[in-house]
């Protein structure tokens, strides 16, 4: 079974509160809460097609909400990005975050109660790990026990057990002003500042580095480059003593495991050493087998701990899932201008496509249906891109929270602006969402008929995936075969095809998929495609007869639609999808 991913915010998915201020409270502005997502919400998303809910946010960050009543003081003001705080600006790596509990003194039991919702509603669940850093402020009431940085040597910028790295002879943290003046200081580093968690080794970080965040210490001077600076137990070095902070880690996975956690999504999974991934996933596996990891890592990042293919490095190591963020950048680069969909090729003859998550939107991308976003292409770009994502990989499909009704995410919230992502700081919603959650009735009655119709092509897209040729039958791309075809709806002026359209094949014994999809928005008429000697190989059979099904919009296929060596469309409409079932009848 492909994962089929759906990333749920849990400060905005069920808050339908209104009104909504620049940088609101969470008493103006409302939050969603884990008694919210109850069985007719979760059962909604188990019949769009989804197979796992990642609860994004769940672990208790800083902010600037008093929680003193359940014992959790507010965070300083100028230790924050906005008010709520970033979820990933982590504060105990063992709570969650009181604002999503009906009863903050009881928050974990609601947690945990949420856990067991989703599994009996058929759905695993994945939360998120945040290795690389942690808040500032960090402090753990739940396990005082496992503390970070109390026995650190604050003389070293470097040692093998230092939690933290050290900023020797800097002096204390120096916040950022914002351009309002001299930087402000933090008590907690008021004698010396730690490098930040972008490896920011200044004691005045910018308003553009994670300045709010504390970068982790694993037992390798990242400062040495990928490669070089290790102090941890290696291939060549197994004999050196593992790091304190690996226990910590194994010890904070341990407690999410316990508490009924399927998997993790590792932020910056590739700022950290690989030999600590291959040791804590194989402890993690042994302690609950089944357990997955998806890993948020980029090939191109200099702060990889590896040199080469980092996202190799990462599957080898044990991870599921890894992020495919060459193909987003490619598809969304063919709506915005200028890639083609023939350089699609290359980034999907890809032999470990199986480990692949592919996203049109995440949190930290922008909204397809911003209309400054995407080359103002509009919603129907995303479910084109998401057909050639999804359809040419076999690995995980992933939908965050409102792509599915057109989420533009045109509010400005606080302190991320008017940036065309839902706020990661601030206390917001979705309001397009929010007409689907109507209420916690979860019924769609406040959507608008275009919106249903959105909603219902993802999900046709989510259950093409279980299809038995595309689950298992290999990758045949067309589009090289159709290069020089000009009935591939070649664009006005342009000497090759390819532009718009891609094409590709999955073929296996049981039959053979052919999807056709156009990338732009404008109609492509009286469309051909060349099937290639691969695919024409497959759909040779002893019974020379086939049945044809167009399975996308359910159109009947003319009888000569499908020759020996080509495939007829007729029109393809902007942001069009065609899905062709060939089935041999001795099958």
Not at 176 to 183: K, T
Request: charge should be neutral; glycine fraction near 12%.
């Amino acid at each position: 079974m492909r994962a089929r991913i759906y990333q749920l915010p849990l400060r905005q998915f069920s808050n339908v509160g209104s009104p909504r201020r620049v940088d609101g409270s969470m008493a103006v502005n409302g939050v969603g809460r884990f008694a919210d997502i109850g069985d007719r919400a979760l059962g909604a998303l188990r019949e769009m097609g989804f197979t796992h809910v990642w609860l994004m946010g769940v672990l208790r960050q800083a902010t600037g909400t008093d929680w003193s009543v359940a014992g959790l003081p507010a965070d300083p003001p100028d230790l924050l990005k906005g008010i709520a705080g970033s979820p990933y600006a982590v504060r105990d790596c063992f709570d969650v975050c009181p604002d999503y509990a009906t009863d903050p003194a009881r928050r974990r039991e609601e947690f945990r109660t949420l856990v067991e919702r989703i599994h009996r509603a058929g759905l695993r669940v994945w939360i998120d790990f945040v290795p690389n850093h942690v808040a500032r402020s960090h402090h753990t009431v739940v396990r005082p026990d496992l503390e970070l940085g109390l026995a650190d040597d604050r003389s070293k910028f470097f040692a093998p057990d230092n939690h933290f790295f050290h900023l020797v002879g800097q002096g204390p943290l120096r916040l950022p002003e914002r351009g309002l003046g001299e930087g402000r200081r933090f008590q907690g580093e008021s004698a010396q500042a730690r490098v930040t968690g972008n490896n920011g080794v200044s004691a005045a970080p910018g308003v553009n580095d994670w300045f709010e965040t504390v970068k982790l210490n694993y037992g390798w001077d990242f400062t040495q480059g990928p490669g070089a600076g290790q102090a941890h137990p290696t291939r060549e070095h197994p004999q050196r003593p593992i790091p304190s902070l690996w226990h910590r880690m194994d010890a904070v996975l341990a407690h999410w495991q316990e508490m009924g956690v399927d998997g993790f999504r590792c932020d910056m999974a590739h700022m950290i050493p690989m030999e600590f991934w291959t040791w804590a996933i194989a402890r993690a596996r042994a302690r609950v087998p089944g357990t997955e990891f998806m890993a948020e890592a980029y090939a191109d990042d200099p702060a990889r701990s590896v040199r080469g293919d980092v996202l190799a490095a990462l599957v080898e190591a044990g991870f599921d899932l890894v992020y495919d963020h060459a193909a987003y950048g490619l598809v969304k680069g063919i709506s915005a201008g200028p890639k083609w969909a023939n350089d699609l090729d290359g980034v999907f003859s890809d032999p470990q496509a199986s480990h692949r998550v592919r996203y049109v939107e995440n949190h930290d991308e922008v909204r397809v249906a911003h209309p400054q976003q995407w080359g103002g292409a509009g919603v129907w770009a995303g479910v084109a891109a998401a057909a050639v994502l999804w359809g040419t990989g076999s690995g995980a499909a992933l939908v965050y929270a409102g792509q599915e009704v057109g989420e533009p995410a045109l509010a400005v919230e606080g302190f991320g602006g008017g940036n065309g992502r839902t706020s990661l700081f601030d206390y917001g919603a979705m309001p397009e969402l929010a007409k689907w959650v109507n209420g916690h009735a979860w019924d769609g009655g406040g959507l608008a008929d275009g919106q249903r119709a959105l909603r219902a092509a993802y999900g046709r897209l989510l259950r093409l995936m279980e299809h038995p040729v595309q689950r298992s039958g290999r990758f045949a791309p067309l589009n090289l075969v159709n290069l020089w075809n000009a009935e591939f709806g070649r664009a006005e002026g342009e000497a090759a095809s390819g532009h718009w359209l891609y094409a590709w094949a999955r073929v296996s014994v049981d039959g053979t998929l052919v999807w056709v999809v156009n990338l732009g928005r404008e109609i492509r008429r009286a469309v051909r495609v060349q099937l290639s000697e691969e695919v024409r190989s497959a759909m040779q059979s002893r019974d020379p007869s086939r049945a044809v099904e167009e399975c996308w919009r359910g159109s009947p296929v003319a009888a000569d639609a499908v020759t020996a060596d080509s495939l007829w469309l007729g029109d393809l409409e902007p942001f069009g999808i065609r899905v062709y079932s060939i089935r041999q009848n001795n099958r």
